[in-house]
């Protein structure tokens, strides 16, 4: 098993940046393809940017294409997504996912195929 752990939330102007981390526990990390998720009041829950345990393929949902990175360091078992540009409706609580995969290239963008959650950061974008 996994727990992941998500930070670096918070309020920030239209136009501005924000980091988010995603730390997980375990020695088996680089094993795991990993997504970043995000969740509007009254909206439902939607994919946002995945990548593959190399990290080397990403993919990203239109609507942040441009603006957001997604990025992982294997070697400290962390997950990022550097966020750019940001506007009020990128607001939501944004979710780290994980899922352990033997493919080393593929990346995972569907939410029901995702085994491990965290419990959520929330950002709020100011206009």
């Known amino acids: 098993q996994v727990q992941l752990v998500e930070s670096g939330g918070g309020l920030v102007q239209a136009g501005g940046s924000l980091r988010l981390s995603c730390a997980a526990s375990?020695?088996?990390?680089?094993?795991?393809?990993m997504g970043w998720f995000r969740q509007a009041p009254g909206k439902e829950r939607e994919f946002v940017a995945a990548i593959s345990r190399s990290g080397g393929s990403t993919s990203y949902a239109d609507r942040v294409k441009g603006r957001f990175t997604i990025s992982r360091d294997n070697a400290k078992n962390t997950e990022y997504l550097q966020m750019n540009s940001l506007k009020p409706e990128d607001t939501a609580v944004y979710y780290c996912a994980a899922k352990i995969e033997w493919d080393y290239a593929r990346m995972v963008l569907t939410q029901p195929e995702y085994d491990y959650w965290g419990q959520g950061t929330q950002v709020t974008v100011s206009s």
């Open positions: 375990g020695r088996t990390f680089s094993r795991y393809v």
